[in-house]
């Protein structure tokens, strides 16, 4: 081998510094061992003899790549590595001086830094075989600047670039171009990708492609290294076409051979030599860092980048929308599986779905991981029939994965939505959103089970809603547009009482309009966002009564502020009430909650200790929609409330049906000899609020009764309005603050 001019391995010094960015010199010595260039960088003493080191290792280790590692002092580390050709031949030895600073101050394992600078090393090992082939200097610049350029660029490339189908095609494209080949294929069996491109741009045979791509993955996983064919046999069948072949493994980040990246040129073209085999298994290494950016290592399905990429492209092809199909699916159950049998037993559940899912899909099905247990598929050109029998064959076959022996015994089900693309700015998000609203559905109506999204389905609507609204009510609570209405409870028997209020919350739009409760509470109970909503209406009630609570009288009203089963289960609401009220001196005596019958009894043992610690204070205590829970009077005793509140369902058809008018009164009678009073709610009319005071009920809420008004418009005409509506009625009975 001749000595190497001054500059002739800077290209490799680069991309070596890419792979490495503590690197502090390079030098390398032909087989002697004898110094034939070092980077302008190089200090290191005793470097013939840790060359001759390399080369005593690589007489005993048959490896491409046998070294030896030193730690020079505490701040720097070499390692030295032989380099063999093709015949096992030693082509010399290079030399990488390492920096240790920072918080690493210890040199990196040998094999850890092998595997690092391998595409440095291949590239210096094709240049030095040249070199020692050829007894050249240096190679043709123009083309040696070129093959640089590609190496630099694959290698220090880790990001991928605007999805792995363009960079599929990229590393085909490059490949003809840098090799010269005919046609260059890319198959990927597992991950459906298979893909091809030819120099004149006619498409190939497909039959004789499915057979090459057969025998050469075959082949491939056998051999477990770049293969290539120039010497061609007599074809003897009809399906073979003689072409010289270059194929090179790509391997998954195991190591596993995972596809195929060939190259072909017919007899007549020159060989494929080894600069581009090089070529071929760098590009093939490129494939592969797709791959791992593209799809999920845990399940080998797209990731959601990937899948919203291949559908823009799919989209942007044309046709009518509707004709493709979206499945989401989510697998039932599975933290129970991850709290009993370990997060492990999940994820093997998780890869087995995934693996249901992609088999039983047709091969231009685009499915991905979306999320945690959440897959989901874009079916194109698939009706919503098509897409539900597809579906019913995932459920089914996915219920018969059984565990792995030793993870114990358990069931694995799923639930899956269905959905069509429509018209929408964003139809691949529009269509995931109403698919996962489907596919919520189905566990609400059971789990294990299939539901499509119809527009006539009112729990699914119901649920498309809430999700319309959540990112609404969330920006409200954040910017605090909320605000308090109050509706007046009157006395039903002329001044047989003092009047109440019930605060009605309302939400500000984008444009200041209201939207009433009615809009947003199922989206806030849905998405456990009650006991924010009840903390705003405790705070801002309490501060506006804190502000006013003097003026009010002494004991003349009370406000009850009604409460969700969600805020009874946290333990710290009772506390935040408590401070509420002393921080803003709000006079207990002004505020009477209302739980819900459900909420109530659901939360037994917590509602009986908030109702007693905030009774202690002076707070009172309303039970609302009384009547519409199963076992209320087995639970009545329990609960001390001061007032129960007739569900609305029995008051509106209280003329008309006896049976309603029965269970009014037995309410009414029952309250009184437990020393209660009653409010009916829904009065809506003069009959109706004569109905309900013959029956015994005390109050009544409604149109028939009062409308609602702002609550800082109402403290404030407070004076007036008990002037002129109840002057004379007696003290101390209570007011209601509410959402409705």
Not at 392 to 399: C, P
Not at 691 to 700: E, K, P, Q
């Amino acid at each position: 081998m001749q000595p190497a001019t001054e500059t002739s391995f800077d290209s490799y010094v680069r991309l070596i510094k890419v792979l490495m960015p503590n690197l502090q010199g390079v030098a390398v010595h032909n087989r002697v061992p004898m110094r034939i260039w070092a980077s302008a960088d190089w200090d290191v003493a005793d470097q013939d003899a840790i060359a001759e080191d390399a080369i005593a290792q690589a007489r005993a280790d048959s490896s491409d790549y046998p070294a030896v590692m030193y730690t020079l002092d505490s701040g720097r580390a070499v390692y030295a590595f032989a380099v063999r050709g093709e015949r096992i031949a030693l082509l010399g030895v290079v030399t990488i001086a390492v920096t240790l600073s920072g918080i690493r101050l210890e040199a990196r394992p040998l094999e850890y830094v092998r595997k690092l600078v391998q595409p440095a090393l291949e590239c210096l090992r094709r240049e030095l075989s040249l070199r020692s082939e050829l007894g050249s200097r240096e190679r043709d610049l123009g083309v040696r600047e070129r093959d640089f350029a590609l190496m630099f660029d694959i290698s220090s490339n880790s990001a991928p670039g605007a999805g792995d189908a363009d960079e599929f095609d990229r590393i085909l494209k490059t490949a003809m171009e840098h090799t010269g080949c005919a046609l260059a294929a890319l198959w990927v069996p597992d991950k459906k990708i298979s893909k091809c491109a030819t120099r004149s741009g006619q498409p190939m045979v497909p039959g004789v492609l499915k057979l090459a791509e057969q025998h050469l993955l075959a082949w491939i996983q056998l051999q477990q290294r770049t293969i290539t064919i120039n010497r061609i046999a007599n074809v003897t069948t009809q399906d073979a076409a003689p072409y010289k072949i270059l194929a090179c493994p790509v391997r998954h980040r195991s190591e596993r051979v995972m596809g195929v990246l060939a190259l072909f040129n017919p007899p007549s073209a020159a060989d494929f030599d080894a600069h581009k085999a090089l070529i071929a298994e760098l590009l093939a290494k490129r494939a592969t860092g797709v791959i791992q950016a593209h799809y999920d290592p845990g399940t080998g399905l797209m990731t959601r980048q990937a899948l919203e990429h291949q559908a823009q492209i799919l989209l942007a092809c044309g046709g009518d929308l509707d004709a493709h199909s979206i499945l989401y699916l989510d697998i039932d159950r599975l933290h129970v599986i991850n709290e009993t049998f370990g997060m492990h037993v999940g994820d093997d559940v998780i890869a087995s779905v995934a693996e249901v899912l992609s088999q039983s899909l047709p091969s231009d099905a685009l499915c991905a991981r979306i999320s945690g247990d959440r897959l989901a598929a874009l079916m194109p050109n698939t009706n919503l029939a098509a897409a539900s029998a597809h579906a019913e064959r995932i459920r089914s076959t996915a219920a018969a994965i059984t565990p792995r022996a030793g993870q114990g015994s358990f069931d694995v089900s799923v639930s899956i939505g269905i959905a069509p693309l429509a018209n929408s700015d964003n139809p691949l998000a529009h269509a995931l959103a109403t698919a996962e609203i489907a596919c919520k559905a189905a566990k609400d109506r059971g789990r294990n089970r299939i539901e499509t999204f119809q527009d006539s389905d009112q729990s699914i609507i119901r649920r498309h809603t809430d999700v319309l609204v959540i990112g609404k009510l969330r920006s409200a609570l954040g910017d605090d547009s909320f605000r308090l209405d109050a509706q007046p409870i009157l006395p039903l028997r002329g001044n047989c009482g003092r009047p109440r209020f019930e605060l009605l919350l309302r939400m500000l739009g984008d444009r200041g309009e209201i939207i009433p409760p009615g809009k947003f509470l199922s989206a806030a109970d849905r998405y456990q966002l009650m006991p924010t909503i009840d903390r705003w209406v405790v705070r801002r009630a309490c501060a506006l009564l804190g502000e006013r609570g003097a003026a009010l009288g002494d004991d003349t009203l009370r406000f009850a502020i009604n409460l969700s089963g969600q805020s009874l289960q946290d333990e710290s609401f009772s506390d935040f009430v408590h401070a509420q009220i002393e921080g803003n001196r709000t006079p207990p005596r002004l505020l009477c909650f209302e739980l819900t019958e459900t909420a109530a009894i659901g939360n037994l043992k917590k509602a009986q200790a908030f109702i007693e610690r905030l009774q202690k204070i002076g707070c009172q205590f309303a039970l609302d929609d009384f009547g519409t829970g199963v076992s209320s009077l087995a639970y009545l005793k329990d609960l001390a409330v001061n007032y129960l509140k007739i569900d609305g369902s029995f008051v509106r058809d209280a003329i008309d049906n006896s049976r309603s008018e029965s269970m009014i009164k037995a309410i009414a009678q029952l309250a009184k000899i437990m020393c209660m009073e009653t409010i009916a709610e829904y009065v809506e009319t003069d009959a109706l609020r004569a109905r309900m005071a013959d029956l015994g009920v005390d109050y009544g809420q409604g149109f028939a009764m009062g409308k609602a008004q702002r609550f800082e418009d109402l403290l404030q005409e407070l004076a007036i309005f008990e002037a002129t509506v109840s002057p004379t009625t007696a003290a101390g009975s209570p007011a209601v603050a509410a959402r409705r």
